[in-house]
């Protein structure tokens, strides 16, 4: 269903908030997936699994101990821990087999 098709679907059954009776807002399309940078340049989009960087969010009281309780302050992440879930056919070089797949 998209977000037209979800729109009047709740506008025909005057849908609601249901704690408060409030009317919702329109459907909107977004991604759950991390957006970042692949390349040297940066100019290419690539899009990361969100539970890959839960580990940045669970340790935030931390690092921001570590960094004296002061804001703001980055954190980032570092090494193999995304996968190629899409790829362009049975293996990236072409030889039918993916480094990937067990």
């Known amino acids: 269903m998209g977000k037209d098709e979800m729109a009047a679907v709740m506008k ?3 849908m609601k908030a249901p704690l408060t009776n409030n009317p ?8 759950l997936m991390f957006q970042t ?3 040297p340049s940066g100019a290419v ?3 990361l699994r969100p539970e890959t960087a839960q580990g ?5 009281k931390r690092l921001l101990e570590f960094n004296q309780g002061k804001l703001p302050f980055a954190a980032a992440q570092i090494g193999n821990s ?7 056919g049975p293996g990236s070089s072409g030889s039918g087999s993916s480094p990937w797949r067990r």
């Open 24 to 31: 919702l807002t329109e459907p909107i399309e977004f991604n």
């Open 37 to 39: 940078h692949i390349g």
């Open 45 to 47: 989009k690539g899009f």
């Open 82 to 88: 995304f996968r190629n879930e899409i790829s362009p």
């Open 56 to 60: 940045i969010f669970v340790n935030f």
């Open 12 to 14: 025909k059954f005057d």
